[in-house]
């Protein structure tokens, strides 16, 4: 497989026709080298346009699906950012990129370690990986001006959303299978949040996040 060739039709036959049309991100795409994020064995399936299968039953997220929401963030080169769902820290590596500093929590042992080692090769050291429950952010250390949900949730619980500063964004994906759909909600106000509709997707589940009860008659 010619990697550089495969990288670049990535971009352009599958991010780029997602409306992913900021620079700035599509030249991160092109220098964060997606195949050292990936397992071993599905090293085949770097820049394909699927999820990619991880340790302990997770998933990578398609190119294309990672990409929009780290251009929907918009992270700037001064601000702190709280990544939920580290997988194999892949968008980690993105935000790591465009951010000051980034922190990025995953419940998995195993997958906390390859995301670590996958950072510190690639040289993030702004990148923190931590062993944690994402569902409830980290208050300790926030507020914070972006959060990313790299998976799906039922929706976004509140705590997440008090731990944004005024002017924050949160990006995430909302609902049910089949109809999700990625949302952004930005902090108007000490007491005022807004939400965005961005598009229709489908993605695993992030874990430990709150399921709505089941309606019984």
Request: aromatic share 6%; charged share 20%; hydrophobic share 45%.
């Amino acid at each position: 497989m010619n990697i550089e060739q495969a990288r670049f039709n990535m971009i352009e036959q599958q991010i780029r026709p997602w409306d992913v049309l900021d620079p700035a991100v599509l030249s991160l795409l092109a220098i964060v080298k997606r195949e050292d994020f990936v397992p071993a064995a599905c090293r085949a399936l770097a820049f394909v346009d699927t999820e990619v299968p991880l340790a302990d039953g997770q998933v990578m997220l398609a190119p294309r699906v990672e990409a929009r929401m780290v251009q929907e963030l918009k992270v700037q080169r001064h601000e702190t950012v709280l990544h939920i769902g580290t997988g194999s820290g892949f968008v980690a590596a993105l935000l790591g990129h465009r951010a000051q500093r980034v922190i990025t929590l995953e419940k998995r042992p195993a997958l906390v370690k390859q995301a670590a080692d996958n950072l510190r090769r690639a040289g993030l050291a702004n990148v923190s990986v931590r062993e944690a429950d994402g569902s409830q952010g980290l208050a300790a250390e926030g507020p914070f001006d972006a959060i990313l949900l790299s998976g799906s949730v039922a929706a976004v619980p509140q705590v997440l959303l008090d731990q944004l500063k005024v002017g924050g964004r949160l990006v995430a994906i909302e609902g049910h299978e089949p109809t999700m759909c990625a949302v952004l909600y930005t902090r108007q106000s000490s007491s005022a949040v807004s939400k965005e509709i961005l598009f229709d997707t489908v993605a695993a589940r992030l874990e430990g996040f709150p399921e709505p009860s089941a309606f019984r008659f």
